[in-house]
């Protein structure tokens, strides 16, 4: 069992740049990646980003160039750094954790407005 809290959203001006973090919790041995999504309203459910364990990272054609994943093992923490953001970046954004032996754990989500 995972559990994820997501922070760090608001409204942030295009071209503005934005950090969200998850932290997770509970059986973190089981953890293989982290992954982050987003929905805007009436739109499915996008992937985003991915990191592995390893520290590879692999990124979305819309987000790539603009976003960087990334991983705290320290504080058990995982970042989403968002520059250069667009209206069309405004959405709900989800951590994901793939989960050994388990079905994927997801946050609450948190929500990011890009707006002027």
């Known amino acids: 069992q995972v559990q994820l809290v997501e922070s760090g959203g608001g409204l942030v001006q295009p071209g503005g740049s934005l950090r969200v973090s998850c932290t997770a919790s509970?059986?973190?041995?089981?953890?293989?990646?982290m992954r982050w999504y987003r929905q805007a309203p009436g739109k499915q459910r996008e992937w985003v980003a991915t990191?592995?364990?390893?520290?590879?990272?692999n990124y979305a054609d819309s987000v790539k160039g603009r976003f960087t994943i990334s991983r705290d093992n320290a504080k058990t923490t995982v970042y989403l750094q968002m520059n250069s953001l667009k209206p069309d970046d405004t959405a709900v954004y989800y951590c994901n954790a793939g989960v050994i032996l388990g079905i994927d754990s997801w946050g609450q989500g948190t929500q990011v407005t890009v707006s002027s």
């Open positions: 509970g059986n973190l041995s089981r953890i293989y990646a």
């Open positions: 990191i592995t364990n390893s520290g590879n990272t």
